[in-house]
């Protein structure tokens, strides 16, 4: 299973960017999938994902400003980042899991991360 992560780069604060992330050895609709960051001096945090059944999940701090979506047919995974802010500069991983008996997936594969980085 390979993720490959594209998209960041360099934006002013109130912009936009646009990440994907092309899965080969797995069936994007069949799993998990979900976009995590990890800034300088911090844990890595969910940003926000597709759980196996379809349903959407994303961080408070992004709602309102971050769309996930599925592209069954290229077998890739978008997030769309508007209205940037600093504190979004990260570097950002996609993952692909499994369904668990708990709430959350377990994310067995990640792509090797794409840095954002957002100046004021």
């Known amino acids: 299973v390979q993720l490959q992560a594209f998209g960041g780069g360099l934006v002013q604060a109130g912009g936009s960017l646009r990440l994907s992330c092309a899965a080969s050895?797995?069936?994007?609709?069949?799993?998990?999938m979900g976009w995590f960051r990890q800034a300088p001096g911090k844990e890595r945090e969910f940003v926000a994902g597709?759980?196996?059944?379809?349903?959407?999940y994303r961080a408070d701090s992004v709602k309102g400003r971050f769309t996930v979506s599925r592209d069954n047919a290229k077998n890739t995974v978008t997030l769309q980042m508007n209205s940037l802010k600093p504190e979004d500069t990260a570097v950002y991983y996609c993952?692909?899991?499994?369904?668990?008996?708990?709430?959350?997936?377990?994310?067995?594969?990640w792509g090797q991360g794409t840095l954002v980085t957002v100046s004021s």
């Open positions: 993952a692909l899991g499994r369904s668990t008996s708990g709430v959350n997936p377990s994310w067995d594969y």
């Open positions: 597709f759980w196996s059944g379809g349903r959407t």
């Open positions: 050895g797995r069936t994007v609709s069949r799993y998990a």
